[in-house]
């Protein structure tokens, strides 16, 4: 990792797409990951949208306390807050986990934790032991890989719940479509790390929102990856999430929000609506493999102010 890379976040800081025949829908048909494991076909992406429901879990990694708030789709009535602990919806979910900023915690996250878990999704939300709010702010934990490694954990445990005997859990996860992850700034990063100096191979999809270059791609990493920035950022250098996207082979996209910082996008309303629909349409693609979703991506980012790029076909 280049020095470049280590010394771009200002510390004040609190808180036309293209297609082949060789696309990752391809993947549901095939029944084989590109890595070429078998795995089981994709379960059908919902239709409809869900009640959220939450549960917490006081999870650990060594000597750091991971409390990991899962959101899931629940039964009962789409809207409204999530109630803890409900019983959980008809069906099997993939695991999308998500990381936050500097200060934040699941909760402050809202805007980009729940429309998953509404869409169909599983979503392990850890708070991170030095970086949430009312901690001192230690970034150090994401360059050196401590939060990468975190949310390994939390994948690790998340899934284990499947096979967890009387847990409501139990069968209700997909752990054969591979998992996502997402995360804004700092959780941005430790998304991007998964990816690159902390791989974890069991990713399919991710999201950095707002994120830097924390290395080189890694290959045994093999994942959709969309990148969501404004590109008047001042914390998070835009140029270097662009790197970060040069560098990874295809299936990726770069969704830029023209004259936009760092989180106008997330709780302003700088295209929040446009944000969620593509950042919610591509893990439907990468994990429900819903090609439809896929084919809406180019519309979904199309409004004034945001600029779509993508290349979509597998490299190679």
């Avoid at 997402?182 to 959780?187: E, F, I, P």
């Avoid at 290959?219 to 914390?235: C, R």
Wanted: net charge negative; hydrophobic share 40%; proline share 7%.
């Amino acid at each position: 990792m280049t020095l470049q890379r280590r010394t771009v976040l200002n510390l004040g800081f609190a808180g036309a797409a293209t297609a082949g025949a060789s696309l990752l829908g391809a993947h549901q048909a095939l029944g084989e990951s590109l890595t070429g494991q078998d795995i089981a076909p994709f379960q059908d992406a919902p239709t409809d949208p869900f009640a959220i429901g939450v549960r917490e879990f006081a999870w650990s990694r060594g000597d750091r306390r991971l409390t990991t708030r899962i959101f899931y789709p629940a039964s009962g009535d789409p809207g409204g807050e999530p109630t803890r602990d409900a019983p959980i919806a008809d069906g099997v979910f993939p695991v999308c986990e998500f990381s936050h900023g500097l200060g934040g915690n699941p909760e402050s996250y809202a805007p980009l934790v729940r429309p998953l878990a509404a869409a169909g999704f599983i979503v392990p939300a850890p708070v991170f032991p030095t970086t949430s709010s009312g901690t001192e702010g230690n970034i150090g934990d994401v360059y050196n890989g401590n939060q990468s490694k975190d949310v390994s954990e939390v994948i690790t445990q998340t899934l284990a719940l499947n096979d967890a005997s009387g847990d409501p859990f139990a069968g209700r996860i997909d752990v054969d479509a591979g998992v996502g992850v997402a995360g804004h700034s700092l959780g941005g990063m430790t998304t991007h790390g998964l990816l690159t100096a902390w791989p974890d191979d069991r990713i399919a999809a991710a999201v950095p929102f707002a994120c830097v270059d924390m290395g080189n791609p890694a290959p045994a990493v093999s994942a959709n990856v969309l990148f969501v920035h404004g590109d008047q950022d001042p914390i998070c250098q835009y140029g270097l999430a662009r790197q970060a996207y040069d560098e990874l082979p295809a299936p990726k996209a770069f969704l830029t929000h023209l004259g936009i910082g760092h989180d106008e996008y997330i709780w302003g309303d700088a295209n929040h609506a446009a944000t969620v629909a593509t950042y919610v349409d591509w893990m439907r693609w990468s994990l429900y493999g819903d090609t439809a979703a896929r084919d809406r991506l180019a519309q979904d980012a199309e409004a004034p102010g945001l600029v779509w790029d993508a290349e979509l076909a597998i490299s190679g």
